[in-house]
């Protein structure tokens, strides 16, 4: 029960995935002359990003409040070998340029990059602003990759991989200072579509996405605590899916929680249970995320808690679960 140690811990340090991502996009256009960034109404007065900007004005580009338009600029540019990143709020992002994003970028195949921003529950603006369907939306549009990092260090080895990955990506990131899950000693192989096994349970798996992670890390802890053997997995990528890790999870120990910061229909938790239903691997199941509702309001600290995504919520959960 070793992969814990490299885990943070219960008060682990917190860095911004938003502003990590944008820095890192910046230093690719230095490295790459493909890469291009593309915000709506986020370059801001007196910025890196308006610095750069300056520097390279073909290339660094803000179409104000127009995420229709920048979606299908980016497959325009994409089309002409540049390799465009995107990034704007989520729920303006898969909502309302969802129609670009089908025609013009998934339907072409075109490398572009979106990047969802204040994901899931962590804008804190309610309703509007919560994004709880990338996932299922995403999964279900031809062409199109899906990735929900769990953190910010995260964010930068999927912005690597991504320079020389053929199709279309959807990025889904939060908006503020998250918990890190990994700690500096902690350095491992990421690849688009194999998920990261932290830990193998016999008795439990719990496989998380995105911020489900850093929860998931939390409980499996406490449960070993009580003398539970659990598994942590990282499920990075939701499309492609690693079917392999799920079947093994499944193997190992005949019981699955999935934890996601989204709709529990359409997420993770039913991509799993395709996965074992299409295998023929039978394996108890139990979906955490957010029921098929439109979410109240409050800021992700209140939020996670009140559905039982953090990790004493999960815990109890798979109490009730392994009874």
């Known amino acids: 029960m070793g992969g814990f140690t490299f885990c943070c ?20 256009i230095d490295d790459d002359p493909r890469v291009c960034y593309i915000n709506a109404d986020g370059t801001g007065n007196g910025g890196r990003v308006q610095q750069k900007q300056l520097q ?7 179409v104000g409040i127009q995420e229709m338009n920048m979606v299908t600029m980016a497959a325009g540019l994409a089309k002409q070998g540049f390799l465009p990143y995107v990034q704007t709020f989520g729920p303006f992002l898969c909502v309302r340029a969802l129609d670009q994003i089908h025609n013009d970028v998934a339907y072409n195949d075109y490398p572009v990059r979106l990047i969802g921003t204040h994901a899931g529950l962590s804008s804190g603006y309610g309703p509007t602003h919560n994004t709880i369907i990338e996932f299922g939306v995403m999964n279900s ?5 899906m990735i929900a990092p769990c953190d910010a260090e995260q964010c930068k080895k999927v912005l690597r991989k991504s320079l020389n990955y053929p199709k279309p990506i959807y990025i889904r990131i939060p908006r503020g200072e998250e918990p890190l899950v990994y700690n500096q000693d902690y350095d491992y192989d990421f690849e688009i579509g194999k998920a990261n096994v932290i830990q193998e349970g016999t008795d439990l798996n719990i496989i998380g996405t995105g911020m489900g992670v850093y929860g998931a890390v939390q409980a499996a802890r406490q449960l070993e605590e009580e003398g539970f053997s659990v598994g942590v997995i990282d499920m990075h990528t939701i499309k492609p899916i690693d079917k392999g890790a799920v079947i093994h999870a499944a193997q190992k120990s005949g019981a699955i929680i999935t934890v996601e910061d989204h709709n529990i229909l359409g997420g993770l938790g039913s991509i799993v249970a395709d996965v074992l239903m299409e295998a023929g691997v039978f394996a108890r199941l139990k979906k955490i995320g957010i029921p098929d509702t439109f979410v109240e309001f409050g800021y992700p600290e209140e939020l996670y808690p009140y559905y039982g995504m953090d990790g004493a919520g999960i815990a109890k959960t798979a109490r009730e679960f392994l009874k």
């Open 9 to 28: 811990g219960d008060m682990g340090p917190a860095m911004e995935a938003k502003g990590t991502v944008t820095n890192e996009i910046l230093e690719m």
């Open 56 to 62: 390279y004005p073909d290339r660094i580009l803000d």
């Open 141 to 145: 549009l031809p062409n199109m990759t």
